[in-house]
């Protein structure tokens, strides 16, 4: 990359081929007697608003004893899993054909996000030609904090979209200074040939989501998350024996293993919420997603940080505006939900085989009283035992 400026560039470099749409990387896992089957999708219609809603077929979970037995399969499993990983590298996890945005620093944030949709990524990594190095990633999450300051500042959002990226991203910084925050780290990324196990050190270590894979030359070349370590995951188990000890310590209860968020303060939101409250509760929260529930707390959809950019590409900037009417003209997600009795080898097929990142647990009733995330799945195995 030295010597170059790169407006805008799409691909990368390596022996994978680049410049193509990245695959979803959903694997599919044949018919073992211990992944969960489900039934045909169905539409359930709640006062008019059509509802794809995916009915798992309940098996039977294992049985758990006390807490110190959660904790010695949680450990045994995270051993396991890392065991795993470090046989291997980033080049084996990242798709045959991978897509990568780099945006230029010194073009308009409006740009950056612009490029992100006509390629559909989640996210775009910065460069800088005055240092020549990469200095960060923008991703939904800005433009969300971007919708956010106009409220509480005299720039429109029309005039904050055509600030640079250099220039927004001085004033982040100069704000988390001020409030004595810790300064914004340069891009963290992770060579081609390194072990998985390192991956998953490097996420969970710094608390991100998103790690950029790069060449020995430095050049980006994809992006691994959480959901790309799950494929590597589903790729193994679907070479399994049902009675396997991967298997065997995948067949408990997520919810009695302590996976996901449960109760009446999990974070939904209304169709006659405001979009600034979503769009606050998603970064406060720090959630992928938002189950949109009627007055009885039953699922009607689900509103996802995708979604803000399906918001931003509609020209919808007034934050005052009702959900109902931000995402009138959006297709209906569907909306995938899990029961806390499934196994964890369900959940992780179900979130794998999906392709999103959480699903929504559901009572008898279709009531939302939790969520589950491959970040939660991931932070769960983990904590304690990476660092």
């Known amino acids: 990359m030295e010597g170059h400026t790169i407006p805008i560039a799409i691909g990368g470099g390596g022996m994978k081929d680049l410049g193509v749409e990245q695959a979803s990387g959903a694997f599919s896992l044949g018919g073992g007697s211990y992944l969960r089957s489900y039934e045909e999708t169905v539409n359930i219609n709640y ?3 059509e509802l794809k809603y995916a009915k798992p077929v309940r098996k039977e979970k294992r049985a758990l ?10 450990a045994k499993l995270a051993q396991e899993m890392l065991r795993f990983f470090k046989t291997k ?11 990568v945005v780099v945006v230029d620093v010194n073009l308009p944030l409006r740009t950056a996000f612009v490029s992100a949709l006509e390629n559909k990524v989640p ?3 910065l460069w800088d030609p005055v240092t020549n190095t990469y200095p960060g990633m923008l991703t939904v999450t800005d433009y969300i904090n971007i919708l956010l300051k106009t409220r509480e500042s005299d720039e429109s959002i029309i005039e904050l979209q055509n600030r640079s990226i250099r220039s927004w ?27 998985l196990e390192e991956v998953l050190r490097t996420l969970h270590g710094n608390k991100i989501k998103r790690l950029p894979v790069v060449s020995q030359a430095g050049e980006v070349m994809a992006i691994v998350t959480y959901t790309t370590m799950l494929n590597v995951v589903m790729q193994k188990l679907s070479n399994l024996e049902p009675d396997s000890d991967w298997v065997k310590l995948l067949s408990y209860g997520v919810k009695d293993l302590g996976i996901g968020v449960y109760g009446p303060h999990t974070p939904t939101c209304t169709l006659e919420t405001k979009v600034h409250i979503v769009l606050s509760s998603l970064i406060i929260d720090r959630v992928h997603c938002l189950p949109i529930v009627d007055t009885r707390r039953r699922c009607l ?5 995708s979604d803000v950019m399906f918001i931003e590409q509609n020209g919808t900037y007034d934050t005052e505006l009702t959900l109902a009417s931000a995402i009138a003209t959006r297709p209906r997600h569907a909306v995938y939900t899990f029961s806390p009795d499934d196994t964890l080898c369900e959940v992780m097929r179900h979130l794998g085989s999906s392709g999103v990142h959480a699903l929504v647990a559901v009572d008898a009733d279709d009531r939302v009283f939790g969520s589950i995330s491959v970040t939660d799945v991931f932070n769960w195995l983990l904590d304690n035992h990476v660092l």
């Open 47 to 49: 006062e008019s608003i």
């Open 65 to 74: 004893g006390n807490a110190q037995e959660v904790k010695e399969i949680r």
């Open 89 to 99: 590298t980033c080049y084996d996890a990242i798709a045959n054909s991978v897509q």
């Open 123 to 125: 996210c775009g990594i």
């Open 169 to 195: 991203r001085d004033d982040e910084q100069l704000q988390r200074t001020t409030r004595g925050s810790a300064s914004k780290k340069e891009l963290i990324s992770i060579r081609l040939d390194k072990d």
């Open 301 to 305: 959809d689900v509103f996802t940080r």
